[in-house]
Structure formats: structure tokens, C-alpha cells
């Protein structure tokens, strides 16, 4: 059974860092990207972070860029993101999503959620 686990979240005070991992089991990753999704109270759930499992090619987020660093560990097979100069608008709850690499898997469509999330609180 493939398993998505979340962990990392916590309250940070605006301009901090986080550091959010995401441990992934039940199969063989290696046609999959893994990623990093948010929702913030009373929005849909969007795209931060994608990476592919056996290559790991990024994609981010506008809103990702130049702040966020998805990277993945195949020994420990975990999806980590690294939050650096988190703003009070990163306040989500932060979900980690599977999908097999294939077209706009790197835009974030069609990602499965497995997980219960971990929730990151920014203060301002």
C-alpha cells in the first residue's frame, strides 16, 4: 500500500525557515514525480513543488521561486522542501502528492494525495 507520509510543519515567524519532508513507501517511485501542495483556510489546495523521482527535475511555483528548494533523498526515499524566507501568506496546510511523469506533471495537474498534511503557521 503506498504511503505518503508528512512531517516538518510548525510555527515560524515571517522571514524563517522550515523544513518540510514528505517519506514515501509502498513501490517503486522511479516513473513518478513526487511533490508539494498547499491550502490555505477557504482556498483550493495549489501547486509549490514538483520534483521527478529518478531524475530530479524541479519545477516550482511562481510564488516558489528562489525561496522554496524541493530535493529528494532515495536513500531515506523522501520528498524534502526547504521553506527560506517564509512569508504569512505560506500559512497552509502543505500535502505531499504522487503521480506517474507525463504530461504536465510538472505544471502539478493530476497529482493523488495520500497523506493528512502538515500545517505551517507564518507569524507576522
Known amino acids: 500500500q503506498v504511503q505518503l507520509v508528512e512531517s516538518g510543519g510548525g510555527l515560524v515567524q515571517a522571514g524563517g525557515s522550515l523544513r518540510l519532508s514528505c517519506a514515501a513507501s509502498?513501490?517503486?517511485?522511479?516513473?513518478?514525480?513526487l511533490g508539494w501542495f498547499r491550502q490555505a483556510p477557504g482556498k483550493e489546495r495549489e501547486f509549490v513543488a514538483v520534483?521527478?523521482?529518478?531524475?530530479?527535475?524541479?519545477h516550482y511555483a511562481d510564488f516558489a521561486k528562489g525561496r522554496f528548494t524541493i530535493s529528494r533523498d532515495k536513500s531515506k526515499s523522501t520528498v524534502n522542501l526547504q521553506m527560506d524566507s517564509v512569508k504569512p501568506e505560506d500559512t497552509a496546510v502543505y500535502y505531499c502528492?504522487?503521480?506517474?511523469?507525463?504530461?504536465?506533471?510538472?505544471?502539478?495537474?493530476?497529482?493523488?494525495?495520500r497523506g493528512q498534511g502538515t500545517q505551517v503557521t507564518v507569524s507576522s
Open positions: 502528492g504522487m503521480r506517474l511523469v507525463g504530461t504536465d506533471w510538472n505544471r502539478g495537474y493530476g497529482y493523488n494525495y
Open positions: 509502498g513501490r517503486n517511485f522511479d516513473a513518478y514525480a
Open positions: 520534483i521527478s523521482w529518478m531524475g530530479g527535475v524541479q
